[in-house]
């Protein structure tokens, strides 16, 4: 079965600091797909950064970058420089060859970003 | 602009009462899908349909029905509403992926609906 698992149901991080947001994931699949989104308080889902099973290296879009250690299974986010507007629920989200066309999320993770 | 539309944003029903959230996209994607989000327990997947008349249960499929008539379009129909679903529901589509190809396309998601049962 696919799971992914976010451990950290809320964060805090200090406006221009970096954070890291965890996710760990398990599939016997070689071939996947992993996500992140942002869910702002007005709710929508924003699609953030992707990285694939074979990438070789570490996906960076803008301020977020993606921690791919594949040997631990882990997809941690990293967002650089963070912002106020940066405070959002954080879901990671995995698609692979066994599931086809299934996406599954973790839990979130609820980011606030102090001043 | 591409983008997945779904309506209503908001409703507020009583139970029994059937409702319908329609959702429509025009990315020209076969695969839709819809998810119910309650706190704690993240995005769990409803229903999903690989392509016109092909649909299928997904984690939580008790209460929900769909159908897939034209490509564009996956209505999700509540027949006798219930208090346990109220919830945030989202509609989303993507590009199918397959064998051999890299699984990158991300899930478009509509605005969602926030639904209240009485």
């Known amino acids: 079965a696919q799971k992914i698992t976010q451990t950290q149901p809320g964060m805090f991080v200090q406006e221009k600091e970096a954070v890291t947001l965890d996710c760990t994931y398990d599939?016997?699949?070689?071939?996947?797909?992993l996500f992140w989104y942002k869910q702002p308080s007005s709710g929508e889902m924003i699609f953030l950064i992707y990285q694939g099973s074979y990438d070789e290296q570490n996906a960076t879009e803008g301020r977020y970058s993606l921690n791919f250690q594949k040997a631990r299974k882990s997809a941690n986010l990293v967002i650089s420089a963070s912002q106020l507007g940066d405070s959002a629920m954080y879901f990671c989200a995995m698609r692979s060859s066994s599931t086809g066309n299934q996406f599954y999320f973790g839990t979130g993770t609820s980011l606030t970003v102090i001043p | 602009e591409a983008q997945v539309t779904q309506n209503p944003r908001y409703l507020i029903t009583v139970t029994g009462k059937k409702l319908t959230v329609t959702c429509s996209q025009n990315m020209n994607h076969e695969y839709m899908s819809w998810y119910r989000q309650d706190p704690g327990l993240g995005l769990r997947q409803i229903y999903y349909s690989m392509n016109v008349e092909v649909t299928d249960k997904g984690d939580v499929p008790e209460g929900y029905k769909v159908s897939r008539k034209e490509k564009r379009n996956f209505p999700l129909i509540l027949e006798s509403p219930s208090p346990n679903q109220t919830s945030l529901y989202f509609c989303?589509?993507?590009?199918?992926?397959?064998?051999?190809?890299?699984?990158?396309?991300?899930?478009?998601f509509g605005n969602g609906t926030r639904l209240t049962v009485t």
């Open positions: 989303a589509s993507s590009s199918p992926q397959g064998p051999g190809i890299s699984y990158n396309s991300p899930l478009h």
């Open positions: 599939t016997s699949d070689q071939s996947y797909g």
